[in-house]
């Protein structure tokens, strides 16, 4: 029996990843000098996507003081930055172009108002995620930096402040079963007084998850494609290794094994900053392993 691939209902980039790239392209378009656009960090978590920009040009900056003396225009990455680097970035003179995803500003307008209003800011993140970050150095208007606690797992909240209201903000690709747990414990522990949701994990990261889900009620192995330092494909990772069921983790179509053929039934799926042209590759490169005589489920439509 060959090998059937069926394909997830969602996958592959998000608005905001979308928007980034345009962001980024436009400012490259604008730029005379080959060496003259930098970006704050990975543009997205995808390295075909990012080795692609680098290769036109756009330079990536590696700490938060490095500005070249070259540099006239400068993209913020998709996850955001910090108040103190935008206020830097701003003093330099640099033409901004800013990439930030729309859900990430909008959750630090809401860490800076819910602040102003004497609550205390929880943030629930990856410690080490551009996002998390961006979300830990929210600023008041004046310039005064916004205290918050980083809660990174369920046993974090021990260590919250029973005293004061909170107001929880949660990393928009945070894996959704830590998440769950983390939300019901603070739902649930009697001694937090007041507290309040700002936001949710993303609505196209959620999509995604629950689409996989499907897949894995009816397949004998998935294929995730993304890059590794993607949450969001880490994450749709995550919930098929939950799921017991085998799981190929793939940035590119090379890395697909040659093994996969053993499976009757295969899921794929991509994370939120996996190209087209990638996805496309990838399912070419089972098609030919199927000895191209797969039967498909809507192929077509998905990458079209």
């Given at each position: 029996m060959?090998?059937?691939l069926?394909?997830?209902?969602a996958?592959?980039f ?24 930098a ?14 920009l680098?290769?036109q040009?756009?330079?990536?900056l590696e700490?938060d003081d490095?500005i070249?003396?070259e540099?006239t ?15 830097k970035l701003?003093?330099?003179?640099l033409d901004i ?5 729309p ?20 943030v ?8 998390t970050?961006s ?8 310039g005064?930096?916004?205290?918050a606690s980083?809660?990174?797992s369920v046993?974090g909240v ?8 909170l107001t929880?903000m ?10 769950n ?8 522990r009697?001694?937090?007084q ?13 999509q995604?998850r ?16 993304g ?7 880490v994450?749709l ?14 940035e590119?179509?090379?890395?697909v ?12 799926t991509?994370?939120?900053s996996?190209?087209?042209d990638?996805i ?7 098609r030919?392993?199927a000895?191209?005589q797969?039967t ?6 998905a990458l079209?």
């Amino acid at each position: 029996m060959k090998m059937k691939l069926v394909m997830a209902r969602a996958m592959g980039f998000c608005n905001g990843v979308k928007r980034a790239i345009t962001v980024a392209s436009a400012a490259l378009a604008a730029s005379g000098n080959a060496q003259g656009v930098a970006v704050t960090g990975p543009l997205v978590h995808n390295h075909q996507v990012t080795d692609a920009l680098e290769a036109q040009g756009l330079h990536v900056l590696e700490t938060d003081d490095e500005i070249p003396p070259e540099t006239t225009r400068v993209v913020i990455r998709a996850h955001g930055i910090t108040d103190a680097r935008r206020k830097k970035l701003e003093c330099a003179c640099l033409d901004i172009y800013d990439a930030t995803c729309p859900l990430v500003s909008r959750a630090q307008d809401v860490i800076r108002t819910q602040a102003g209003k004497g609550r205390h800011i929880v943030v629930v993140g990856v410690p080490s995620h551009g996002e998390t970050v961006s979300m830990m150095g929210v600023d008041f208007p004046d310039g005064t930096p916004i205290h918050a606690s980083l809660v990174s797992s369920v046993e974090g909240v021990a260590s919250l402040p029973v005293d004061k209201a909170l107001t929880v903000m949660v990393q928009s690709t945070f894996p959704q079963k830590e998440w769950n747990v983390i939300e019901k414990t603070l739902k649930e522990r009697s001694f937090f007084q007041d507290v309040e949701f700002g936001n949710a994990i993303c609505p196209a990261s959620v999509q995604r998850r629950k689409a996989v889900e499907e897949l894995c009620d009816s397949c004998d192995a998935i294929v995730v494609i993304g890059g590794r330092h993607s949450s969001n494909t880490v994450a749709l990772t995550e919930i098929v290794a939950e799921r017991k069921l085998p799981v190929f983790h793939v940035e590119n179509a090379d890395e697909v094994p040659v093994l996969i053929v053993g499976y009757k039934i295969v899921g794929i799926t991509a994370g939120a900053s996996t190209p087209k042209d990638v996805i496309t590759a990838v399912c070419s490169k089972l098609r030919f392993l199927a000895d191209s005589q797969t039967t498909t489920s809507p192929m077509d439509s998905a990458l079209s």
